[in-house]
């Protein structure tokens, strides 16, 4: 009787670890393609990649055209603006300063700067010093994550 028991249990041991062999009923893989969740936006252009500020004087102040922030993600986001004036120009940070006001072009917004949901418009004011150096300048506006 001990032999039956002991093959019972073994028939019942080997049914188990079968079942224990389906691990899965089948599978499905995702794919998804990842873009970036802010852009920028030359309010009004159709180059979102550059602009052209014209008739600019020593010691003026002139403003970038109106920039949109777009903001894709589902909640505010912070981000900070950078400037950087590019080698080849005529002059260096002693020369020109750059910071970011607001839409209505009565508060300067300061880094970190919150995206809200629906989209952030500004505008960057560029600050040339009544001494700043004759001839052409570049510059980048860079936005990043803070």
């Keep these: 009787m001990s032999k039956k028991v002991l093959l019972l249990v073994g028939v019942l041991t080997m049914a188990a670890l079968a079942g224990a062999a389906i691990s899965s009923y089948g599978s499905i893989t995702g794919y998804a393609t990842v873009e970036q969740g802010i852009s920028l936006d030359i309010y009004g252009s159709s180059n ?4 052209t ?73 560029h600050e040339f010093q009544p001494y700043a150096e004759l001839g052409n300048y570049s510059f980048s506006i860079d936005v990043i994550p803070a």
Aim: glycine share 4%.
């Design 48 to 51: 979102d990649e550059s602009y």
């Design 53 to 125: 500020l014209s008739s600019v004087h020593q010691g003026e102040t002139v403003y970038s055209p109106k920039i949109k922030l777009k903001n894709s993600i589902d909640s505010e986001v912070n981000v900070s603006i950078l400037f950087e004036i590019l080698p080849d120009s005529a002059g260096d940070d002693e020369d020109l300063s750059f910071y970011i006001v607001n839409e209505g072009k009565n508060e300067t917004l300061t880094n970190p700067i919150s995206i809200p949901e629906d989209d952030l418009y500004f505008y960057v004011a």
